[in-house]
Nanobody, 115 residues
C-alpha cells in the first residue's frame, strides 16, 4: 500500500518561510507527476505547484516567485519551499503523487500565516 506523509506545516508570521516535505512509502516502481495543492476554508482545493518526472515545474500565479517545488526521485520525496508568506497562503496543504498511474494524496498539513 502506497502512503504519502507530509511534514513541515505550522504557524508563521507574514513574510516568514516554511518548508513542506512529502515522502512516499510502499512498493513503488515509478512516480510521474508530483504536486502540492491547498484548500482554504470555504474554498475549493487548488494547485499550488507541480513538477513532472523530468523536472518541469509549474506554479499558481499567486505563488510565482515566492514558492519553489523540488523532488528527489531516489527518495520519492517532494518539497515545497515557501518564502515571503502572506496571510492569504493560509490553508491545508496536500501533496499529491501519481504512483503507477494512480493519484495518491497525503493527509494534509496546516499552514497558518498571521498578519
Amino acid at each position: 500500500q502506497v502512503q504519502l506523509v507530509e511534514s513541515g506545516g505550522g504557524l508563521v508570521q507574514a513574510g516568514g518561510t516554511l518548508r513542506l516535505s512529502c515522502a512516499a512509502s510502499g512498493s513503488i516502481f515509478r512516480i510521474n507527476a508530483m504536486g502540492w495543492y491547498r484548500q482554504a476554508p470555504g474554498k475549493q482545493r487548488e494547485l499550488v505547484a507541480g513538477i513532472t518526472s523530468g523536472g518541469t515545474t509549474n506554479y499558481a500565479d499567486s505563488v510565482k516567485g515566492r514558492f519553489t517545488i523540488s523532488r528527489d526521485n531516489a527518495k520519492n520525496t517532494v518539497d515545497l519551499q515557501m518564502n515571503s508568506l502572506k496571510p492569504e497562503d493560509t490553508a491545508v496543504y496536500y501533496c499529491s503523487m501519481t504512483v503507477h498511474s494512480i493519484v495518491r494524496w497525503g493527509q494534509g498539513t496546516q499552514v497558518t500565516v498571521s498578519s
